[in-house]
């Protein structure tokens, strides 16, 4: 089994910036790829962007495309979600994902692990 663990939330201003951490421990050799997540109140989760175990390879939606850049730091088990520019739509709690087959996706449900998430919440 993989464990997730998301850090680096936290309060900001319209503009600002955060870095989220996503923290991997078990048996991380059968990651494929990590994924992020974010969901508002109300609202139905949604992608943010992936990246491949160990870096190199990125996808984003296009609300974080050209704002948000996600990298993979393999030799501490660990990925980044770093946002810039944020704006009070960017609220919502942020959440990573890991899949172990071999493929990209944008749904949930492909999914096989999740962290507990971390609150992003951005002020005017």
């Known amino acids: 089994q993989v464990q997730l663990v998301e850090s680096g939330g936290g309060l900001v201003q319209t503009g600002g910036s955060l870095r989220l951490s996503c923290a991997a421990s078990?048996?991380?050799?059968?990651?494929?790829?990590i994924g992020w997540f974010r969901q508002a109140p109300g609202k139905e989760r949604e992608f943010v962007g992936s990246?491949?175990?160990?870096?190199?390879?990125?996808t984003y939606s296009p609300s974080a495309l050209g704002r948000f850049a996600i990298s993979a730091d393999i030799a501490e088990n660990t990925v980044h979600l770093q946002m810039n520019d944020l704006e009070p739509e960017d609220t919502a709690v942020y959440y990573c994902?890991?899949?172990?087959?071999?493929?990209?996706?944008?749904?949930?449900?492909?999914?096989?692990?999740w962290g507990q998430g971390t609150q992003v919440t951005v002020s005017n």
């Open positions: 994902a890991a899949v172990q087959r071999s493929v990209y996706s944008a749904r949930e449900g492909d999914y096989d692990y």
């Open positions: 078990g048996r991380t050799d059968s990651i494929y790829s």
């Open positions: 990246v491949k175990w160990g870096g190199g390879v990125t």
